[in-house]
């Protein structure tokens, strides 16, 4: 019976991480159309897709030290509500302030996600956290891969961007039934009876810092790059759109690598370590950003396919490393973590909507201002690769 219910709250878990994936691949989709309709700049798109990433970032500041307070099912019920209204509002948009809040709004449903399925994940699995972490954040990049076609395939049928946003609300409600009155587990913090005060003075130790501190980067890295990359890439597929190619499709692509890579996490993490897995991340990140910026035509998908290995483990590792080396930091500390890293996409979404403004004006065409825009954030890895070189050195040596 306990294992059933795990299996439940798995799964419920993923169907809920699904719609937060699919309300930021469609969001990447509707970038052209909104500014098209509602004759808005590249930096004001910036600003409003950015908002997700800040309500997400309030989200996990403001629910996540009290998720063992309030219950995880609670946060749920936040999420559930913030997804309907918020899509419901998206629907009926009707300029830039509507799609701010609605936008804003989605970003705080997607944030209670995070805040109570990851602590609910180290609950349900104590013993294998980082791995079902790394299957868990699969999904999203599994739902982003749906979200993608779904625009593809419905704007090739003539369906705009409101009706599939109102698709959404399908497995938004699939799975607030699925978690309707299911009995949740203490969180970990509580069931090793470690105190809220304990709590807080591990969410302020040297190692965790370091982590939120690059936690930015890493989400930044990732999101900036892939929220943009229908636009930054959209020329670079010139000579494949007589055969229906869309850049639309390397978003998918890059999606669909990132869902196969944390699927065969576990050996990955137990060959590498959670830290060896970040250097590597950062080194190859980087090479496939320069790759991509570049790469056209077909060869765009190999390049594409660097980057997507390069991110895939970002995310996941990064909470995984916290939860295994900072276990005391509990909920708040998870949330904490997400929410330092939607705080680095938040100021990339403007920031490369910016970037990509100056760009177009300097080269006065989108092929080499969407390549130089992609060169701006290799800098972003040769941080990381440095940050987590020193953190490797210095974890190989006590071992």
């Not at 409600?173 to 009876?193: D, H, N």
Request: with cysteine.
């Amino acid at each position: 019976m306990e294992n059933v219910k795990r299996k439940i709250l798995f799964g419920a878990s993923n169907v809920a991480l699904v719609v937060t994936a699919l309300t930021f691949a469609t969001r990447g989709g509707f970038i052209a159309p909104w500014m098209e309709e509602f004759n808005l700049t590249a930096t004001q798109v910036g600003w409003i897709v950015g908002t997700a990433f800040w309500g997400f970032t309030l989200a996990m500041v403001v629910l996540g030290p009290l998720v063992d307070i309030m219950g995880i099912n609670k946060v749920l019920a936040i999420a559930f509500a913030g997804h309907v209204i918020g899509l419901v509002m998206t629907i009926f948009a009707s300029g830039f302030w509507t799609l701010f809040f609605s936008t804003m709004l989605i970003g705080i449903a997607n944030g209670s996600v995070e805040a109570a399925c990851n602590p609910l994940i180290t609950a349900l699995y104590p013993n294998d956290k980082t791995t079902k972490l790394n299957l868990f954040h699969m999904w999203f990049p599994a739902g982003i891969v749906f979200g993608g076609l779904l625009v593809f395939f419905f704007t090739k049928i003539g369906w705009g961007w409101r009706i599939q946003t109102a698709i959404m609300l399908l497995p938004t409600i699939a799975y607030g039934l699925m978690f309707l009155k299911r009995k949740f587990p203490e969180t970990e913090r509580v069931t090793s009876g470690a105190s809220y005060k304990e709590m807080l003075k591990a969410s302020v130790s040297p190692l965790f810092l370091f982590m939120a501190f690059f936690m930015m980067f890493t989400a930044a890295t990732e999101q900036g790059t892939m929220q943009w990359i229908t636009v930054l890439l959209s020329h670079s597929v010139d000579n494949l759109v007589s055969e229906g190619v869309s850049s639309i499709l390397i978003l998918v692509w890059i999606s669909a690598i990132m869902a196969l890579a944390r699927l065969v996490a576990g050996p990955v993490v137990r060959k590498m370590t959670g830290i060896g897995v970040l250097l590597f991340s950062a080194v190859v990140s980087g090479i496939g950003l320069y790759l991509m910026s570049i790469s056209s035509g077909i060869v765009l998908f190999a390049a594409a396919t660097v980057f997507a290995i390069g991110v895939a483990y970002f995310w996941p590792n990064m909470l995984g490393v916290v939860a295994e080396k900072v276990p005391t930091s509990g909920a708040l500390g998870l949330a904490l973590m997400g929410g330092f890293g939607f705080l680095g996409g938040s100021v990339a979404q403007p920031a490369v909507g910016y970037i990509y403004e100056l760009q177009l004006l300097k080269f006065g065409n989108e092929l080499d201002a969407g390549a130089m825009t992609l060169q701006y954030v290799i800098v972003l890895t040769g941080i990381l690769s440095i940050a987590f070189l020193y953190l490797f050195m210095k974890y190989r040596k006590k071992t």
